[in-house]
Every structure is written in structure tokens, then in C-alpha cells.
């Protein structure tokens, strides 16, 4: 897999910079061949019913006929929706147009619904939509949605911003595919938010521009890229036989308030079961008379916020933490600390709700890593939910280059951005993480990999990574993703971050 993300301005770089280097139409020709072999490879090489075939205005429409003339060229049944522009297509299109209208390809005005086909092929729209999908070509799109056959996009289901993974609005629609052939390079958007559910299985086609032709755009911007083992596993080294709980770290959990206890008590799970030497909850606003015990994991060490000694500790502040006074006093009191620090949950909505906070924790003097979900995050950035998730990428630089922190903006797809703009976006995780407490697990994991020295950019990398593999793990058990529950994922964290250890030393 392809795991460089480029944008949308740089795939057009690209392009021209090959498209200069190469004869008139060689890149949709490619593409056309590229994508009928993939369609053959997932049609077993033998489609059994007629492919339907969406092509817009467009080059991506253009791509699509090239691939309806070569499958007709093969003998496969095929019919074409062709949805013409305003103005006259490429030249390129033009011609693919000819070719298949040539061909054996059947042209039809309208989709009936009840046809059955093999495959839909759409090509609609690729990188090129700038409004909302409406008319015919919401008809369309509405029309493949509701088919039970597979559908392969090509470069980007219909509809969705290959930047942004969010479909384009207000009101837009896209192409829900089951897999996404994409031509030059891989695209953020088939990989977060949105895109997520749309894009399907992506496959990555650099249609054969040679990687010097790339390696121009790449040095330049490329500043995105997938979340895999390779960025971090270097950090999960083997334990050393002589080595002791001092090695491993401690966590200190700062938060589990008074009716909050599981919050805390969880993110303390995580971060034990993650490998932290000794973990504590220093339970705000409690004296003591409350939790003084986790009875399932009496390894935690509960003890009263005030007081605490966070000094050479790492902190994960947040998790149950509540908006009191003392919680205010006690998170300002970390931020001014210089140990690694791990920000999420109540202690992010402090933050966003004074400035003072920001600029303490702008200032803190140690590895810091911030995991807001994107309510906390638009907080923290003072627009609205849907303006995060409009663009998840952007936000997260934002956020990660205002607060001078290692930004995690969590959701399907989470993305991890450093200060500098250099941006992750995770492959690991499914739907079942979407339950409570899943995020305070995240928060203690994250927590025990600082503990253990990693620095703050791999380790909110193989945080995010194992957490999502740890509940990809479970599902594959039988254990989700319906009704799988946070509790259950430290253990499968464990698992997760063993074998990675173990793979690192072989
Ligand atoms: N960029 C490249 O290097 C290559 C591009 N190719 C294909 O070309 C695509 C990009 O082509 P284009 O730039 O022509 O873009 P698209 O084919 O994505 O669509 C642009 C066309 O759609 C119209 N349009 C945009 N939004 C619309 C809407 N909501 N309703 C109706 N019409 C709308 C535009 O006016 C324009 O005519 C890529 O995604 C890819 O599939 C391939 O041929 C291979 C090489
Ligand atoms: N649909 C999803 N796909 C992948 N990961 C998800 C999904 N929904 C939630 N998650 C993950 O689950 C965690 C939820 O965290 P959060 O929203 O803070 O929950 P809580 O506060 O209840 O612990 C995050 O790591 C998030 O990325
Ligand atoms: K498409």
C-alpha cells in the first residue's frame, strides 16, 4: 500500500508534470487498464451479469469509458450512463467517448431499478467536484447506493472531497463503493471521516509515473501519510532481563471525580495494561473517602489529587476530571510541570475555556499530547462540530500548531498532527470504539508509551494504531464491533503491543 497521502493541488502536479513527459492521453489510457484489471481481478476474471458503467463529464468520466471499451473489447456485457457536460469534454474524453461508443458497450439513458449487475464501475466525478452532486448525477448516486452489487470507484467515490474525506455539501451525496481504485498517488480523504464508509477497499495505481517525476511534489509538500507500524515500532523494544518497575515508568492518572471514578479507573487500565511500571489515580476533589480501590485491578494506586507528587511522573489529565475549582487549580499545576503530559476529555474543555490554560500548556516544558474528540476539538478552535469534521486534517494541524502540542483528533480515521503540519491519518479501528470510555483507554495507552520514553509524536502514532488494532482484534473474536465494551481493550492492547515488541527484535 501506497501510505503517502498527497492533496488534491499536488496529484495535480503530478499530472502535469507527467502529462508534459508523455504522448497526449497515455495517463487515462493507463488508468482505463489499470482499473479493467483490478474490475477482472475482483470479478475473478469472469464477470457473470452485465457491468454498469457511470461516467461524468469529465476526465474521471473519461477513465471510466476507457475501462467500459476495454471490458467490451473482452466480451463482457456492458452498459454505459453517460452523463455529458456543459461544455465539450477533453480531448481525452472525447476520445475514450468513441471508443466505447465503437465498441459493443450499450448506452442507456436511465438505470431500472431491480437490474442486476456484476459490478457498477463509477467514474462520475474524481478530484474534480467542486459542489454538491444534484440532478441527474444524485439520481445516479442514489441509484447505485441502493444496489447490493459490489461497486468500484475510480481515483474517488463520486462526491467525496479526496482531501477532506467529507462529501461535498451542504446536502451532498457520494458514492458509498466497496473498493476504490486510485490513480498517481494515495488521497487523505479515501481514509477519514467520511471516507471511511465511502472509499471501501483502496488500491493505489501510480499508473507508471516514474517516482522522480513524484519525487519533485514529495519533497516539497508531501506532509501526510498513513498510520502504520513501520513510524513507530522501532520504539517497542524488547525488555531488557535486568530491568525493574522503575524502567516502565509511572502514570498518573489526574482526574475520576466524584461520580466520574470509571473514566479514571479506565484510562488507569489502559495505561497498566499498556506497561506503564506503576499507575495512580489522583482522584480530583476527593479526600479520600471515595474509590479507594479498582477491586478488579488493585494494582492501581488511588490516592487524593491534592497533594500528589506528579513531579517525574507522566500525566494523563482528564479522564473524569469534572470542571470544579480544584480541578482547574489541579490541571494548571501539571501544565506548569515538565514531564510528558497527556491532555484529553474535561481537562481539553478547560483548556478551551481559558486562555490562561492554552498558554500554560502552549509553554509546558515536556512531550505533550493532546486527544480531543471533535466536540473538544472544535472547542478548542471556537467554530462549530461540522466545521471540524468538514475538514479533519486542517483542523488537527491547526489545533496541534495553536497549542504546540501533538494534536490526536479522534473519530473513524483519527488523524495525528505535529507543530511542524506533518500529519498521520490511522488504518487501524472500527465502529465499535464508539463507546463510552473507549477514548479513556486511549488516554491511559497513550500515557504508559510516554512513560516508557517514547517520544510524544510515536507514541500518540502506535497509541492510536494499537488501540484501533486492539478493538480490530476483538471483532475478529466474535467480541464486536455491536456491543464490544472499553473494558475489554487493555487486554487486547497487551496482546497488540506484545507482538509488535516481538516483531521488532526479529
Ligand atoms: N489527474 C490525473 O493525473 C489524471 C486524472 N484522471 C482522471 O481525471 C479526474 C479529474 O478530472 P477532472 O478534472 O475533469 O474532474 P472530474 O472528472 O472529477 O469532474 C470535473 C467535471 O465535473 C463538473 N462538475 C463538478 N462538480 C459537478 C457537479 N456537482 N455536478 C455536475 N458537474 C460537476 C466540472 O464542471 C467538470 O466538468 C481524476 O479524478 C481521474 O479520475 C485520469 O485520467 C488519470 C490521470
Ligand atoms: N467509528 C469509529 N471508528 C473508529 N474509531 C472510532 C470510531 N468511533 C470512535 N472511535 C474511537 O474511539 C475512541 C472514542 O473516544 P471518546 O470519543 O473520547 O470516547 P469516551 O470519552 O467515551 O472515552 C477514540 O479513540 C475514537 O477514535
Ligand atoms: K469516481
Known sequence: MDTLLYSVDQIRAIERAATSALPPGTLMRRAGEAATTYALELLKGR?????????GPGNNGGDALEVAAN????????KVAWLGGDGAPSPETQAALERAHAGSACFVDDLTDGESHCLVIDGLFGIGPARPLAGRARELVEAVNRKRCPVLSLDVPSG???????????????VAATYTITFLGNKPGLHTGDGCDHAG??????????ELQVAGVDAEHARARLNLPPLFAACAAPRRRNSHKGSYGDVAVLGGAPGMAGAALLAARGALFAGAGRVFVAAVGDDGAGIALDPTQPEIMIRPAAGFAFGGRTVVAGPGMG???GATRMLAQVLDGSGPLLVDADALNLVAASPDLQARLARHDGPAVLTPHPLEAARLLG????VVQADRLESARELAQRLNAVVVLKGAGSVIA????????????????????SGDVLAGLGGALLAQGWPAWEAALGAVWLHGA????????????IGLTAGELPRAIRAELNALAAQSRS
Open 47 to 55: 464477470p457473470t451479469d452485465v457491468v454498469l458503467v457511470l461516467a
Open 71 to 78: 471490458l467490451a473489447a473482452l466480451g463482457c456485457k456492458v
Open 160 to 174: 467525496l472531497d479526496a482531501d477532506t474525506g467529507a462529501v461535498v455539501g451542504p446536502h451532498g451525496i457520494a
Open 201 to 210: 477497499r483502496v488500491h493505489v495505481d501510480r499508473l507508471g509515473v516514474d
Open 323 to 325: 470542571d470544579s475549582a
Open 383 to 386: 467554530v462549530t462540530t461540522p
Open 418 to 437: 505535529r507543530p511542524d503540519g506533518e500529519v498521520a491519518v490511522n488504518t487501524s479501528g472500527n465502529p465499535g470504539l464508539a463507546t463510552g470510555g
Open 470 to 481: 486492539a478493538a480490530d482484534r476483538l471483532v475478529n473474536c466474535g467480541c464486536g464491533p
